[in-house]
């Protein structure tokens, strides 16, 4: 029974690209061979991909710092460097994701399988082999790789529970979610114990999991601020990203 954890922030950086290669051609009679030299590989992105496998963002809550993999340098022979390998972050079906300032969400990971490049990798650079022309035969000239993205992301699950526990005050709400996951709300005799909802992970079993929320207790009046009212509810996991950006696509990443 895992912590209920439904907002993290991180910090992603890209790899950088690959170095282009300068390199001639040496062969037994060929004293003034071509330009050989390969492009470097491009640097590994970083995505976040919605997994209908997490619930919450509890993995995420002690991990701050995701780095993809640099591109290779290419060689001779027109050998081009190994592209970087992608760094894949796993969050749940659900998740905002805002710009590290919250002034702006990215983008909404609504549904299962959907993907957002969350920094992408640096170009790579071209080797001397691809600055060969009609006027230059044998360049020297070539590329280094470009640096790759980074940035502060702040990850916040917009669905809450999966149920919800309400009633009066001081009628055993934080008592029974604590008897039934791992949430540890404050437990005491007197109303409004409870100021936010309490969170807690239930397993059924290894492939049936569900979130239950502990609400504060509502009395008659609620929604026009008798008690603690409804404040409680953030109003931000209500709403869809007015801008997403064109990196965020459905589907699987190839």
Request: aromatic content about 6%; proline content about 6%; overall charge positive.
């Amino acid at each position: 029974m895992a912590h209920f954890v439904d907002e993290v922030r991180i910090h992603v950086r890209a790899g950088d690209g690959g170095h282009g290669c300068l390199s001639f051609r040496r062969e037994k009679y060929v004293p003034r061979g071509g330009p050989d030299g390969g492009n470097g590989g491009k640097g590994g992105d970083v995505v976040i991909v919605a997994d209908s496998q997490d619930i919450n963002l509890y993995d995420l809550q002690y991990r701050k710092h995701f780095k993809s993999g640099r591109g290779k340098n290419g060689g001779g022979a027109n050998k081009h460097g190994r592209a970087g390998a992608d760094t894949l972050i796993h969050v749940p079906p659900g998740t905002l994701v805002y710009d590290g300032d919250r002034e702006l969400v990215l983008c909404d990971l609504a549904r299962a399988g959907e993907t957002f490049i969350a920094a992408q990798g640096g170009r790579g650079g071209r080797g001397n082999a691809s600055f060969v022309s009609s006027t230059n035969q044998v360049p020297r000239q070539v590329e280094e790789g470009g640096e790759g993205e980074q940035r502060w992301l702040v990850l916040v699950l917009k669905v809450l529970a999966d149920v919800g526990i309400v009633g009066f005050p001081s009628v055993g709400k934080s008592t029974l979610i604590a008897a039934i996951s791992r949430a540890r709300p404050k437990i005491a005799a007197y109303p409004f114990t409870t100021l936010s909802p309490n969170l807690g992970t239930v397993d059924r079993d290894e492939s049936r999991r569900f979130v239950v929320a502990d609400i504060p207790g509502l009395i008659k009046g609620a929604h026009e601020g008798a008690g603690l009212g409804d404040r409680f509810l953030p109003s931000h996991r209500t709403h869809a990203p007015a801008h997403p950006r064109d990196r965020f696509r459905p589907g699987k990443r190839a």
